[in-house]
């Protein structure tokens, strides 16, 4: 019974050691543990609305620009735009003829 006392004790020293003592930097203390993760937690619930703050700017911009496309383009249909010119070519070049396109052909082969 005092084996399994001494073994059980050596275990239980073994491992405070190991979570209390840094051997060979394997080993780091609870406090810098915890310490580490309320750090990283707070960085990450300081960073989290910035980020989402980010992502819903963008998204709004997105849904302006297409609503503003959507707008020209109805617009642009019916005609309403203030000063409109009329871009019609009252003369329109004439059609490439057989012999112009044969002289490119030699001239690209």
Known sequence: ????INQLKNGF?????????QRDG???SPFKAILGIVI?????VLMLPLIMLIFMV??????VGMVAVLFM???????????EEKL????PEPAETDQQ???DQKKHP
Do not use: C, S, Y
């Not at 019974?1 to 399994?4: G, H, P, T, V």
């Not at 963008?58 to 849904?63: E, H, N, S």
């Open 101 to 103: 396109a044969e002289h």
């Open 13 to 21: 020293n073994q491992v405070k050691a190991t979570f209390f003592e």
């Open 1 to 4: 019974m005092d084996k399994w």
């Open 88 to 91: 019609v070519n009252p003369e």
């Open 73 to 83: 383009g109805t617009r642009k249909q019916t005609g309403l735009w203030p000063r």
């Open 40 to 44: 990283l937690t707070g960085v990450f």
């Open 58 to 63: 963008q998204m709004g911009l997105i849904l």
């Open 26 to 28: 394997a080993a780091i």
